[in-house]
């Protein structure tokens, strides 16, 4: 029973090209939410997804980042134009419909790397 | 001021002790979540609470909603449970999964 799978595990992009973090939720998990944790700073909400809905996107910055959770396949968080600033971990959780006892279970995260 | 709060930011410890960690918040929640980090590794969630107390082997997590705190004990501290801890707050009338976190306690154990 695979727990939440994040891909890939690090990534490097050169200043202006794009990045595609994807994230496959854990077995029975309807709902996906995005994280990132820039370098020495707590962890912040991004987005959050049900299966091809964005619920509540009030982390993601205005231009150049979006989601999706299509009907079939894994979340994307894409980047468009990446720059230094983006160089962060970026972390996925799922949950079912109603939060278990155990809330969140988190991934491994990408580590973003810009250069 | 951060609405949530941990102290100590930095705790070494020798392996055997008790060890406490403290987390603070000052908005209304629904929930109170522990988390652990491994350096480079990925987040593991300990513990969910809205009230009362929760037990999972050497980790105890109490909240206090009244005062808004809580606290995550673990007993007989080991090498193995050094890693980052973070708590985080599901806000009350938030969106699911628009946690706030706090910047989370390194702890060390020494053996």
């Known amino acids: 029973n695979a727990g939440v799978m994040q891909n890939p595990r690090h990534l490097v992009r050169r200043r202006g090209q794009e990045a595609r973090l994807r994230c496959s939720p854990m077995k029975g998990h309807s709902h996906v939410y995005w994280y990132r944790q820039l370098p020495e700073e707590g962890l912040k909400f991004m987005v959050y997804l049900q299966k091809e809905n964005i619920i509540d996107e009030s982390g993601m910055p205005k231009e150049r980042f979006s989601a999706e959770f299509p009907k079939e396949g894994p979340s994307i968080l894409r980047i468009q134009q990446v720059v230094r600033g983006d160089s962060a971990a970026y972390f996925c959780?799922?949950?079912?419909?109603?939060?278990?006892?155990?809330?969140?279970?988190f991934g491994s995260g990408t580590r973003l790397t810009v250069v | 001021k951060n609405e949530v709060e941990q102290s100590p930011q930095n705790l070494t410890a020798q392996e055997g002790e008790f060890i406490t960690i403290n987390c603070s918040y000052s908005v209304g929640i629904s929930a109170l979540h522990w988390l652990q980090q491994h350096p480079g590794g990925g987040i593991v969630s300990l513990f969910m609470?809205?009230?009362g107390k929760k037990k999972h082997g050497r980790l105890i997590a109490t909240i206090n909603i009244q005062e808004k705190h809580s606290s995550l004990h673990i007993t007989a501290s080991h090498p193995r449970d050094s890693a980052v801890y973070i708590c985080?707050?599901?806000?009350?009338?938030?969106?699911?999964?628009?946690?706030?976190f706090g910047k989370g306690t390194k702890l060390s154990v020494k053996p």
């Open positions: 959780a799922s949950s079912p419909p109603g939060i278990s006892n155990y809330g969140y279970t």
């Open positions: 609470l809205s009230s």
């Open positions: 985080a707050v599901d806000p009350y009338g938030g969106s699911q999964g628009n946690l706030i």
